[in-house]
T-cell receptor, first 113, second 117 residues
Framework: NAGVTQTPKFQVLKTGQSMTLQCAQDMNHEYMSWYRQDPGMGLRLIHY???????DQGEVPNGYNVSRSTTEDFPLRLLSAAPSQTSVYFCASSYKNYNSPLHFGNGTRLTVT | AQSVAQPEDQVNVAEGNPLTVKCTYS??????LFWYVQYPNRGLQFLLK??????LVKGSYGFEAEFNKSQTSFHLKKPSALVSDSALYFC???????????????FGKGTKLSVIP
């Protein structure tokens, strides 16, 4: 089992560019989510999905887009990158069982200049 | 809205001494509580959870946590700290189920634990 795989590990963008952060899991988890981690802020939820075709906004969704066409994949799109989106992004997944813990990927470190 | 507070940004403890990392929460109803650990340049790893039942929960790597409903706390503990326990620790809370949005897990800001040899 690879678990939760995130690509790329590092990315540098210029302001206004767009890109997609990839996330894939091989555990047949129904629930998938994206968090961003900033110093002193902890982790903040961007978007989440409880199954293929179902997505919803978290705490900080502005500037990000998601879709869930398969159970395995949950890509995060930055539509027009801004310096405020410089952060470390984590994808996490779990079973839809309400007490299931999240499994995290190793993160994507994004810098927007 | 649910929230988590970790009042200490950093905790320093000598190797072999007991350690405590504090967490308090705010949520409507009975909480689902979790502790995670993050090593440098890695994602978070699950340590333990409280759902219901015994207030003392045991988890991975010798860690345990005590749920206190009256104080709305869920402190992480370990009887004897190891240098390898040095990492960033996050407490998280989930509210009782009330629809798809309930799956949201709210994290504290993290506490950096340094175990000194």
């Amino acid at each position: 089992n690879a678990g939760v795989t995130q690509t790329p590990k590092f990315q540098v963008l210029k302001t206004g560019q767009s890109m997609t952060l990839q996330c894939a899991q091989d555990m047949n988890h129904e629930y998938m989510s994206w968090y961003r981690q900033d110093p002193g802020m902890g982790l903040r939820l961007i978007h989440y999905s409880v199954g293929a075709g179902i997505t919803d906004q978290g705490e900080v969704p502005n500037g990000y887009n998601v879709s869930r066409s398969t159970t395995e994949d949950f890509p995060l799109r930055l539509l027009s990158a801004a310096p405020s989106q410089t952060s470390v992004y984590f994808c996490a997944s779990s079973y839809k069982n309400y007490n299931s813990p999240l499994h995290f990927g190793n993160g994507t470190r994004l810098t927007v200049t | 809205a649910q929230s988590v507070a970790q009042p200490e940004d950093q905790v320093n403890v000598a190797e072999g001494n007991p350690l405590t990392v504090k967490c308090t929460y705010s949520v409507s109803g009975n909480p689902y509580l979790f502790w995670y650990v993050q090593y440098p340049n890695r994602g978070l790893q699950f340590l333990l959870k409280y759902i219901t039942g015994d207030n003392l929960v045991k988890g991975s790597y010798g860690f345990e946590a005590e749920f206190n409903k009256s104080q709305t706390s869920f402190h992480l503990k370990k009887p004897s700290a190891l240098v390898s326990d040095s990492a960033l620790y996050f407490c998280a809370v989930r509210a009782p189920y009330s629809g798809a949005g309930s799956y949201q897990l709210t994290f504290g800001k993290g506490t950096k634990l340094s175990v000194i040899p």
